[in-house]
């Protein structure tokens, strides 16, 4: 039996792209396509509906917000591999095997798609999500020994595992955790480079001051809590940990 997979694409005024990102994903592998639609003012919902995918509405706006929704979705149909997957064909679809082969192979419970510099487009990732990723990545490994190199949207995960992650995260905080998560639940976790070029339509997040500085900081804000919450929970569980001068060595 062939796992079944569902490639949530969470969308906001991406009608120029939309039908070329579900054109472009591999006939056969994926079982389902579903379309959120955050609340847009053009014509992405009725245009992913033409492509082929299901569409559902999501009014409050916010990539987490999409994102949930998808997993309600998802909570129905029960898919064995969910695959993140944004909308503005940045990404490549077309690689969505590179995600998925090591869990269908059982080397891995989940897989991010790392945007390398030799397969980037010139251009498509602008120098301040270049370094506050690298920055994100740093911190992860400094705090909590896993080593990531983007906090790339394309991704892929065992829909189970998912699930026990309980994600909450509603804006700009939902992939890194995400990846955090998924380290503290003891998951296998795999890195494959994947292309990126320059998304088609208008720049929302990295392109804008504004989006910038709300996305670092949300991305900043959830790294400061969950290492204060995963070091009150060491803490917690043994006493002695990080109090000087009290750790007993056999
Ligand atoms: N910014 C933003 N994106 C959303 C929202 N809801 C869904 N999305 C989708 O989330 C994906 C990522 O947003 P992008 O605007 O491409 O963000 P980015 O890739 O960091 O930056 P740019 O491509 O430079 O704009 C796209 O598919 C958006 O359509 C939302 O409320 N705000
Ligand atoms: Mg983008």
């Known amino acids: 039996m062939s796992a079944r997979i569902l490639v ?3 969308a906001f005024n991406e009608a120029r792209a939309i039908n070329r990102v579900i054109g472009d994903i591999p006939r056969g592998l994926a079982s389902e396509v579903l379309v959120v639609n955050n609340a847009s003012t053009d014509t992405t919902a009725a245009n992913a509906r033409q492509a082929g995918a299901t569409v559902v509405d999501e009014s409050r706006r916010g990539y987490g917000s999409a994102c949930l929704r998808g997993l309600e979705h998802a909570a129905k149909v029960d898919p064995d591999i969910v695959v993140f997957l944004d909308g503005d064909y940045s990404d490549h679809p077309d690689e969505m095997a590179l995600l998925v082969n ?7 419970d989940f897989v991010v798609g790392s945007r390398t510099r030799e397969l980037r487009e010139p251009g498509a990732m602008l120098p ?6 690298r920055i994100a990545c740093w911190c992860m490994r400094w705090l909590w020994k896993v080593r990531y190199t983007d906090l790339g949207p394309f991704r892929a995960i065992r829909f189970k595992d998912l699930t026990r992650l309980q994600m909450q995260d509603k804006t700009f905080g939902w992939t890194i955790e995400m ?3 998924a380290q ?5 976790i795999a890195e494959v480079p994947v292309s990126y070029r320059r998304r088609t339509g208008v720049s929302k997040i990295t392109g804008t ?3 910038t500085v709300k996305a670092s900081a949300k991305i900043l804000w ?3 809590r ?12 043994n006493p002695s940990e990080g109090t000087a001068g009290r750790t007993t060595h056999c």
């Open 184 to 188: 503290l639940a003891g998951l296998r």
């Open 209 to 211: 001051v504004t989006g």
């Open 8 to 10: 949530i694409i969470p």
């Open 102 to 108: 090591p869990i269908l192979q059982g080397d891995a």
């Open 226 to 237: 969950f290492a204060v919450l995963t070091h009150m929970l060491v803490r917690s569980f």
């Open 128 to 133: 301040q999500a270049v370094v506050g990723n």
């Open 222 to 224: 959830t790294l400061l």
């Open 179 to 181: 990846q955090i998560k």
